[in-house]
């Protein structure tokens, strides 16, 4: 059972040494420029050290108005480089991958009073509206991403990979529960997809045709009137047909609620429990000919294996197992196939937020560390 999972395989051109990718995860570890910490460079170690075959960096902004979080890291400073090229060697010290994933908060940046969408819809802070995003300035937002994609390959990543998920910017074009646009970026899928594959084509340039490039998308946002599975499946064709190296696919927006959120609190209670979006991910790889990862809900070695076998993904990505249990992909391999540790209760998400570390409250402190 276990053999397929840790195999190594291709994803795109980039020869991982296993099937399983730790997943974008906010991290609260950079500095208040966005700079690589320490610390942080210390978890990316870690989770290498343990196995992981792809780690995916926590979202990193391309702009200063598109800052999400805090101490959220920056893609757009020249002054980032050299330590990611700190973290990247580490990684690959340990026989790990990285992918630097490249985000803008849009609508639902961390200040309300720069904010960006498509359309005007309220900040989640409650304090106004979003402004509507004018044309010159999705010119520079384009440019930004693949400035950020460039400084990426200098700074020694294996890949990038666009956040086009959750509700963030390229999320809420994509999306008409967002996107109430009149002109060439609003209205049918064509339309709503332009800044995507503009920032896909951005990125390709700025970093070559053989340099992997990966996108994460909404399988769909569970929300009356929002992006659907079918629209999810006819971008991932358009960006595969430009050359796109692996889709991971995800879903939800804020709006959403708790059961159909990005993280769900939804508790797999058995290893044949159906995962968040494995129904989604099988049409969306019948679909395609790249490489598909999927998120969400996977808690066993067992369910891992399920998915790859029924074709529903190549490679399976994980979130909040890997906070609450660093070295969970190497003791999947060397010692037992039980259950992660991780709940889905999100209490892990307090303290990153809140800047008092990266960890599980609920195991943290008796978890084995990688």
Known sequence: MKKPLFDSCFLGPLLLRNRFVRSATHEGLADENG?????LTALYAALAKAEVGLIISGHAWVRPEGEASARQASAASEDAVELWRIATDLVHRNGGAIALQLAHGGGKARCPETSIGPSPFPHPSKKGMCREAGKEELDAIVAAFGDAARR???????AVQIHAAHGYLLSQFLSPFYNRRQDEYGGPLENRMRLLVRVYRSVRAAVGDSFPVLVKINSEDFVEGGFSREECVAVCRTLEELGLSGVELSGGIPEAGAKRSPVRLENPEHP????YYEDASKSLKAALSIPVILTGGIRWPETA????GENACDFVS???PLIAEPGLIRRWMEEDDFRAECVS?????RPILTGRGFRCPKFGAA???A
């Open 152 to 158: 990426a390959r200098s700074g020694g990543f294996d």
């Open 345 to 349: 209760c999100n209490a892990c998400f």
């Open 35 to 39: 700079l690589y910490t320490p610390e």
């Open 367 to 369: 978890r084995k560390d």
């Open 318 to 320: 994980l979130s909040r």
């Open 305 to 308: 294996a399920r998915l790859v």
């Open 272 to 275: 044949s429990a159906k995962t």
